[in-house]
Structures are given as structure tokens and as C-alpha cells.
């Protein structure tokens, strides 16, 4: 399996311009996480899908970022507007899921998209 | 605040030293797992404890678990330029309806050659 595969890998864009990360998770996972990473703030969890269900968005910082998961396969963070404080490495991860407690819970991550937002 | 907070915040030592972090958190749980970072990468698992476990070996990583404190440490063992990252404990929750996980703040180690 090649992983949780994310697009892009960098990202360079103007404040007021839409943004599109991308994530592929790995065949067979049910649970899909989005994280964001900075040096002041660390590791955050913006959303996190069940069996592509949004079940947890409570860490979504505004109104500006939106995520949607179609399918089992493809899931998509949007932000629109950025703003130069977006600017970070936003992570997705996935999980097989299940009952608490188990392996299931392990996480694998993509490389992450590091976005600038000028 | 975060479920997990991990200490040092940073770690240098020389190459062939144990390197050891520490991990606190506050509330109950289901298990507690050491996640490894290298500069420009995603996170990687390395280890899971569960709460019903005290300790736990892989190679020269060995992780313990102390509930009644609600606290878990990291020993790498002999360690090597390549052992360079941070290092993040993550933990779940008794009350966690789903699969989240909560990460800590890291340890930045650096092993010097």
C-alpha cells in the first residue's frame, strides 16, 4: 500500500485565494483525521470522519475552512478565504477504526502540505 | 489544553547515550502511543500501550505506563544520530465516542554524532 498520499506537497498562495488540500487515505481505513501543525499551537485536530461521516469538526478554527470526504477514498480540506495565519502543515491521517482500545487506533499520516499564505 | 504533555521539550545527547521523555495527561484511558516525527515528515507510529499493561519493549525503544499518575515514559536505548526527531505521545479517552486521538506538545530530541 503506498499510504496516506497528500497534494499538494507545498502550497504558495495570496491571502483571499481559495485553497485545496487533498487526501488520499489508505484502502480499507474508516476513520479520516485532519490535523494542523505550527510551532506556536502544535499538533491540532481540525475534523475527523467516521465511514466518511463528519463526526468531530469541533476543532475547525472558522467558517473559512470547510472539509468534505464524498467517498472512502478522497477527502478534501478547503479553506476560502486564507489569511496569513492559515499558513501551516496540514496533516491527514487515517485509522482501520473500531472499537477503542485496539490497534485500530494507530494512525498513519501523509507527508503533509505545507502552505504559505502571503 | 492539550491531553497530553510531554518533557522535556527538548533533549541533546550524544550518540550511544538512552534518551528519555516523559508524557502526562488527565484524563482516563484506553492506551497511550509514542508517535516519531522527522523534520519535513508526517508522524510516525512507533509504540502502543494499553492501559492495562505496565510496559512494553520494541527493539530499543521501551515505553511504561503508570495509570494512577497518568503518566507513560519513553526510554530509547543506545541511541543513534538517526534517532534525530520528535518524539509525541497521543493518547485516546475513555470518553472518545470515536478513534481521536489527543497528541502532546513533543519532545525535540537531537543525538549528536
Known amino acids: 500500500d503506498a499510504g496516506v498520499i497528500q497534494s499538494p506537497r507545498h502550497e504558495v498562495t495570496e491571502m483571499g485565494q481559495e485553497v485545496t488540500l487533498r487526501c488520499k487515505p489508505i484502502?480499507?481505513?474508516?476513520?479520516l483525521f485532519w490535523y494542523r501543525q505550527t510551532m506556536m499551537r502544535g499538533l491540532e485536530l481540525l475534523i475527523y470522519f467516521n465511514n466518511n461521516v463528519p463526526i468531530d469538526d469541533s476543532g475547525m478554527p472558522e467558517d473559512r475552512f470547510s472539509a468534505k470526504m464524498p467517498n472512502a477514498s478522497f477527502s478534501t480540506l478547503k479553506i476560502q478565504p486564507s489569511e496569513p495565519r492559515d499558513s501551516a502543515v496540514y496533516f491527514c491521517?487515517?485509522?482501520?477504526?473500531?472499537?477503542?482500545?485496539?490497534?485500530?487506533?494507530?494512525?498513519?499520516f501523509g507527508a503533509g502540505t505545507r502552505l504559505s499564505v502571503l | 489544553s492539550q491531553q497530553g504533555e510531554e518533557d522535556p521539550q527538548a533533549l541533546s545527547i550524544q550518540e550511544g547515550e538512552n534518551a528519555t521523555m516523559n508524557c502526562s495527561y488527565k484524563t482516563s484511558i484506553n492506551n497511550l502511543q509514542w508517535y516519531r516525527q522527522n523534520s519535513g515528515r508526517g508522524l510516525v507510529h512507533l509504540i502502543l500501550?494499553?492501559?492495562?499493561?505496565r510496559e512494553k519493549h520494541s527493539g530499543r525503544l521501551r515505553v511504561t505506563l503508570d495509570t494512577s499518575k497518568k503518566s507513560s515514559s519513553l526510554l530509547i536505548t543506545a541511541s543513534r544520530a538517526a534517532d534525530t526527531a520528535s518524539y509525541f505521545c497521543a493518547t485516546d479517552s475513555l470518553n472518545n465516542a470515536g478513534n481521536m486521538l489527543t497528541f502532546g506538545g513533543g519532545t525535540r530530541l537531537m543525538v549528536k554524532p
Open positions: 491521517a487515517s485509522s482501520k477504526g473500531g472499537t477503542s482500545g485496539s490497534t485500530w487506533d494507530i494512525q498513519y
Open positions: 484502502s480499507g481505513h474508516n476513520s
Open positions: 500501550i494499553r492501559s492495562n499493561e
